[in-house]
């Protein structure tokens, strides 16, 4: 008996050390949910606030907005968690004056499972509990989320691979590798391989998720508006290779949401970019993102926009 | 509680410390500490249905006492029909009591009559066909004088309820296991790493290869009507590999645990994808149902033996049982009258007892016969799985449908339901590589990697084992419960 227990440790002894290490090694790797929470914790005084998917996450270096700003705009994110991010952190953001809320083609009918794999990062980066989270996801970093971890570990023992580089605001500010890149941003050939590319859930209908995020977006703005907070919807730069495929019935349904909102509230403001013809092809890094290039212009078209408003 | 989770992980070593700290000698102390612990390890579930495991002991307990004693035929049999009400009754009445409801309904209103009558919400208790199925042959095989009655509550309650093959076995005869809780059990160290490597490998089944392909399979099977021929191929290839990670992974951990505890379970699966046709398959697949109802059900009704008629009546019954005993839903009577169908030929033309051995042992590659067996056979049983993973019957057959349709030649492309792009599945489809080789290369063994790096210096052997744990680690997350837990 003693043999095993005492074989048996030492068999473990390397994967515990292992463990161990590779846990000290997440916890201080930066990622965009680390960094940007902790750049939130550190600038509670922020003017702007940026929710929204990975369109407007891709398209606002708050470091180049003109306010003291911040994106907490994630790959995925939906209304559920735009909402969740803004009533959990609104009694802390005492001098907020400006709120950006994405309403690009997909949001209003897009909705995330419980069974969301970055639902446990938003409990330990933010505290917001959207699900049931086990003892394990809040023990162990890697174990909240394995696939999204082992991308980072290969990311940084890889010499060869390219390494993602964040600013203190968490706006990834070196993501010029994409499919418009690799296409050489040749129209044509990225005209003709939209379709295998692109995020099929952005073209979802769902009439239930419509109606659900609709209610989502009007708590948003009434506890907005309750504290003086200007209000902007957003429509971010999309390229024609992804505009193709537009329902135009699930368009007409997104803007008569947003045409009833601006009339309802006059302080709401619509910041239209969708067809934008200042953005060119080379300001994207692919059909529905921004790469840092696009990402600049943007940031300079906000900023005049919020010296308008402030005129 | 599920194997694959830290909660186990927590519990295995807690009770393994608990157990051998008391003397061996005093293995009836060792017998009500397992008893606890599994009445613990079922309550992490839902602590509700103890009581119907206790109830289920209870009367099984006493007919036993009473059927060994009693030495009227008549009693005899009365009691053993009491046995059987009780634990058929109950499995009726949690699996089975709504489908033969609305299939009741559904047949009225077929000839014209209107009835109305609300099913219940009746939560299926995990593991009931287990343990019902194993009480069973506790008290039929009193009645058939095969075994003594238990010589203790205690020793027969923790035999009922022996946690690692409590919910989803291998159902283990009480001629096999329950005298084993009369005996003494000495730590064992051999003993103990075999079922440690058995563990792993039941974990490598369950976390890399079931978990992964039920990520695919998940995803084709629930939105089957929006893909492509050659996806549903997949799809219903990827079911196939999850089912059997799945399910064997379970038993490999539950007779792994049952070995650091010093108790021998019967194999449940011997590598049935290699088999050579479906008479072997169904010898080498769950093993330990397949010969419950070869010993309690096909033989008493006169098994291969008699005419024709009869030959296929008893066929047909055990398959359909089968299928039935896997679930309350038509899909599994159509995939037990399938196997019946793929079986049927063999036993008429006297083939089903062709293929016992072990394939082409110690050669490394099985001849091209035996290759294209083993390919047919696996195809059938492809088949027949989709008729076990769908939702309806209506569902199987378009799915059918859809694999023969103009798009079986493309390229099978899944798509992520949460981020929407599409997917081919290459880190799994090499795993399944992987992991058949392995089989293959074990496959006289009771499990793939029991003697592999056996005549290896300990660092290399260790090194495999390294790479397998660190394989579950890198693919840890995907949890899934086990499929066989709903049956």
Not at chain 1, 195 to 206: L, Q
Not at chain 2, 40 to 66: E, M, N, Q
Not at chain 2, 121 to 148: A, E, H, M
Request: hydrophobic share 45%; with cysteine; glycine share 4%.
């Amino acid at each position: 008996m003693h043999r095993f227990i005492f074989k048996l440790f030492v068999f473990l002894l390397p994967i515990i050390v292992s463990f161990v290490a590779l846990e000290i090694f997440l916890f201080k790797y930066p990622n965009t949910f680390n960094t940007k929470a902790f750049h939130l914790k550190e600038n509670l005084d922020i003017e702007t606030l940026f929710l929204g998917s990975s369109h407007s996450q891709n398209a606002i270096n708050p470091v180049s907005i003109i306010s003291k700003s911040a994106n907490l705009a994630y790959g995925s994110q939906d209304y559920q968690l735009d909402s969740a991010i803004f009533f959990k952190h609104i009694n802390k953001l005492k001098n907020l004056k400006h709120l950006f809320i994405e309403v690009d083609y997909h949001s209003l009918e897009d909705m995330r499972s419980k069974s969301y794999f970055r639902l446990a990062w938003y409990y330990r980066y933010y505290g917001i509990v959207m699900k049931k989270i086990s003892l394990v996801e809040k023990l162990s970093l890697f174990a909240s989320s394995p696939s999204f971890f082992k991308n980072h570990l290969l990311e940084y023992l890889n010499i060869n691979r390219f390494k993602y580089k964040l600013n203190e605001a968490g706006f990834t500010t070196n993501s010029f590798p994409g499919a418009f890149k690799e296409l050489s941003y040749d129209r044509n050939k990225i005209m003709n391989s939209a379709y295998a590319r692109i995020n099929k859930s952005h073209f979802k209908i769902s009439l239930k998720n419509y109606s659900s995020n609709r209610t989502k977006i009007c708590a948003v703005i009434n506890m907005a508006q309750s504290k003086n907070i200007k209000v902007t919807l957003l429509k971010t730069p999309l390229f024609t290779s992804y505009k193709q495929f537009f329902d135009e019935k699930k368009l007409l349904r997104r803007n008569n949401f947003i045409d009833s909102l601006l009339l309802k509230n006059k302080n709401i403001r619509l910041l239209d970019l969708e067809n934008d013809i200042r953005f060119k092809i080379e300001d994207f890094k692919n059909d529905n993102h921004l790469n840092p290039n696009g990402a600049e212009k943007m940031s300079s078209i906000i900023n005049e926009y919020l010296l308008t408003k402030k005129k | 509680m599920l194997f694959n989770s830290i909660d186990f992980a927590i519990f295995l070593p807690i009770v393994f410390a608990l157990y051998w700290l008391i003397p061996s000698r005093l293995y009836k102390y060792q017998n009500i500490l397992i008893l606890l612990a599994s009445y613990v390890f079922y309550g992490w579930w839902d602590y509700r249905f103890l009581a119907l495991i206790l109830f289920s002991t209870l009367v099984d307990f006493s007919l036993g006492k009473l059927i060994y004693q009693e030495t009227s035929v008549l009693k005899r049999k009365l009691y053993l029909i009491l046995s059987l009400i009780v634990n058929i009754g109950f499995l009726m009445y949690f699996k089975y009591y709504n489908f033969f409801l609305e299939n009741f309904i559904e047949a009225f209103s077929f000839f014209g009559n209107r009835i109305t009558s609300n099913s219940l919400n009746i939560i299926l208790p995990v593991g009931i066909s287990f343990y019902t199925f194993q009480t069973l042959s506790y008290t039929i095989d009193l009645y058939r004088k095969n075994l003594s009655p238990a010589k203790g509550f205690f020793a027969f309650s923790a035999y009922v309820s022996f946690f690692p093959q409590l919910v989803a076995g291998p159902i283990e005869r009480a001629t096999n296991l329950l005298p084993q809780f009369y005996e003494q059990r000495e730590f064992d160290y051999l003993k103990a790493v075999s079922g440690l490597k058995q563990i792993l490998w039941g974990l490598f089944k369950k976390i890399l290869i079931a978990d992964n392909c039920a990520e695919i399979a998940n995803i084709v099977f629930n939105n089957s009507e929006e893909y492509s021929g050659s996806s549903l191929v997949l799809g219903a290839f990827m079911f196939t590999f999850q089912i059997y990670g799945d399910f064997s992974g379970y038993s490999d951990i539950a007779i792994g645990t049952s070995r650091l505890f010093g108790f021998n379970l019967m194999q449940n699966f011997a590598f049935p994808y290699f088999s050579r046709d479906i008479a072997e398959f169904w010898r080498r697949w769950h093993i330990s149902l397949s010969t419950w109802f070869r010993d309690y059900l096909y033989i008493p009704l006169g098994g291969s033996k008699g005419n024709l008629f009869k030959k296929v009546r008893n066929t047909f019954i055990i398959f359909l049982i089968s299928g039935f005993w896997h679930g309350a839903n038509w899909t599994f009577i159509a995939w037990g009258f399938l196997n019946a169908f793929y079986f049927l030929p063999l036993l008429l033309s006297n083939k089903n007892r062709k293929n016992l051995n072990v394939i082409n042992e110690g050669k490394l590659f099985p001849s091209f016969k035996q290759f294209l067996g083993i390919l047919f056979t696996f195809i059938q049983t492809v088949i027949a799985w989709i008729f076990f993973r769908v939702e309806s019957l209506t569902h199987a057959f378009s799915f059918i449908s859809g694999i023969f349709s103009k798009t079986l030649f493309s390229i099978p492309l899944i798509i992520e339901p949460d981020t929407g792009y599409s997917i081919f599945p290459k880190k799994t489809l090499l795993l399944i590589v992987l992991f058949v080789g392995i089989e293959w290369i074990g496959r006289k063994d009771q499990f793939a990697i029991e003697t592999l790096g056996e005549n290896w210096k300990a660092i290399y052997r260790n090194l495999i084992y390294y790479s397998i744990i660190f394989l579950i680690f890198w693919s840890f997350g995907k949890e899934q419960a086990f499929i066989y837990f709903q049956f």
